[in-house]
């Protein structure tokens, strides 16, 4: 007997935030041959019947001076206007450990009642914010993923918009 696959009520909740990530991340990844990125799959809209994933994306990239970086992107959407809840980020030991690893970890906040977005650093969480909450209204908001991404960590998508066929190539 086969049983019909049900899909978590939640499995929408945050849907819109992560579509707009993807959509930046492939047209970041599309300028050139040295990034790359992967959309880890959600366990919530599998129907919890695999592992979670650390994050939701993992990115890689080389920038023209050498340097090569990877790291995850954990995305959050809420409809508050500067509050992210504690209870949000399950996966924050998965995010530490592979930042420990050399990789660039953090959390992309979406609020969805003002349109803006905002990216947290491993660091800022680690150091800030009550029992339940971080109070996010020290921290810029922007307008778009690429100018949150932008903001931090700057070394990955700042440089990596330097990536030439030159970088390519290597040493003569």
């Known amino acids: ?3 019909p696959f049900k899909k978590n009520r939640f499995a929408n ?17 599309n300028v050139s041959s040295t990034r790359e990125f992967n959309r880890l799959v959600d366990s ?26 990877h790291g995850l992107i954990e995305v959050k959407e809420t409809k508050h ?3 992210l809840g504690r209870d949000r980020i399950t996966q924050f ?9 050399g990789g660039r970890c953090f959390v992309l906040v979406y609020h969805s009642t003002i349109n803006k977005w905002r ?5 800022y969480l680690e150091t800030t914010g009550d029992k ?8 810029p908001a922007f307008d778009s993923v690429g100018e949150a991404l932008a903001s931090v960590p700057r070394d990955v998508f700042e440089k990596a918009a330097e ?5 390519l190539q290597g040493p003569r």
């Open 1 to 3: 007997m086969t049983v």
């Open 13 to 29: 909740r945050g849907e819109k935030a992560e579509k707009a990530v993807q959509k930046f991340l492939t047209d970041w990844a």
């Open 44 to 69: 919530k809209a599998a129907g919890r019947i695999i592992k979670a994933a650390a994050a939701d994306f993992e990115y890689f990239c080389k920038t023209a001076y050498g340097e090569e970086f």
């Open 81 to 83: 206007e500067y509050r």
């Open 93 to 101: 030991a998965r995010l530490r450990k592979r930042q420990k690893c």
């Open 119 to 123: 990216a947290l650093t491993l660091h």
């Open 132 to 139: 339940g909450s971080w109070n996010l209204s020290d921290l």
């Open 163 to 167: 990536v030439t066929t030159a970088a």
